[in-house]
């Protein structure tokens, strides 16, 4: 079956504007992950979805980050008014029932802000 | 001092060596994950476990719980294992974040 899927694959975008990045879990998966990996930094988990909720939000870097899912299945991933330090691979993964499982990761989406 | 600690942070092997990599950690956990990042970026998960040891081809993984440690092992390395080895701790609880070590480069020459 397919995998997890991402788009865009690569973004560019000035600084201010907003950006919307989308994940599609693997079918039936009910948990979604979302993270960030800075150029040359390791990986950085932002937020988990169990179903459509998100029981914590606090790994969002700030208040311009937000993520929702609909359905139970495809996930967004909103960034307002994008900053230079916004620029990184974000990753998405899925598991099927939860976070004691294996994740699957998507290809990433590159952003760049300039 | 970073919650995951991994070591080396570089690693350079001949084709057939035995590796090792290390992996310890100062929070308590559920589960440890081994991850292989390809040089294209993809991630692939390689093992979870939260005791004693996981084999899985030429990879092995075992943990420590008690030392808070665990290390992941590659037997007739190949150039083919070439990657970036990542490993995660996840704490437990309802966040579902997992903390990440800033990994291991690997590489193998033939």
């Known amino acids: 079956g397919a995998g997890v899927s991402q788009s865009p694959s690569n973004k560019v975008t000035e600084k201010g504007k907003d950006v919307e990045l989308r994940c599609d879990p693997i079918?039936?998966?009910?948990?979604l992950y979302w993270y960030r990996q800075s150029l040359g930094q390791g990986l950085e988990f932002l937020i988990y979805f169990q179903g459509n909720s998100a029981p914590d939000k606090s790994g969002l870097p700030s208040d311009r980050f937000s993520a929702e899912r609909t359905g139970g299945s495809v996930s967004t991933l909103t960034i307002q008014r994008t900053q230079q330090e916004d620029s990184a691979v974000y990753l998405c993964?899925?598991?099927?029932?939860?976070?004691?499982?294996?994740?699957?990761f998507g290809p990433g989406t590159r952003l760049l802000v300039l | 001092k970073n919650e995951v600690e991994q070591s080396p942070q570089n690693l350079t092997a001949q084709e057939g060596e035995f590796i090792t990599i290390n992996c310890s950690y100062s929070v308590g956990i559920s589960a440890l994950h081994w991850l292989q990042q390809h040089p294209g970026g993809g991630i692939v998960s390689l093992f979870m476990?939260?005791?004693g040891k996981k084999k899985h081809g030429r990879l092995i993984a075992t943990i420590n719980i008690q030392e808070k440690h665990s290390s992941l092992h590659i037997t007739a390395s190949h150039p083919r294992d070439s990657a970036v080895y990542i490993c995660?701790?996840?704490?437990?609880?309802?966040?579902?974040?997992?903390?990440f070590g800033k990994g291991t480069k690997l590489s193998v020459k033939p």
């Open positions: 993964a899925s598991s099927l029932y939860g976070t004691r499982e294996t994740q699957y």
């Open positions: 995660a701790a996840d704490p437990g609880g309802s966040q579902g974040n997992l903390i």
């Open positions: 476990l939260s005791s």
């Open positions: 079918s039936g998966h009910t948990a």
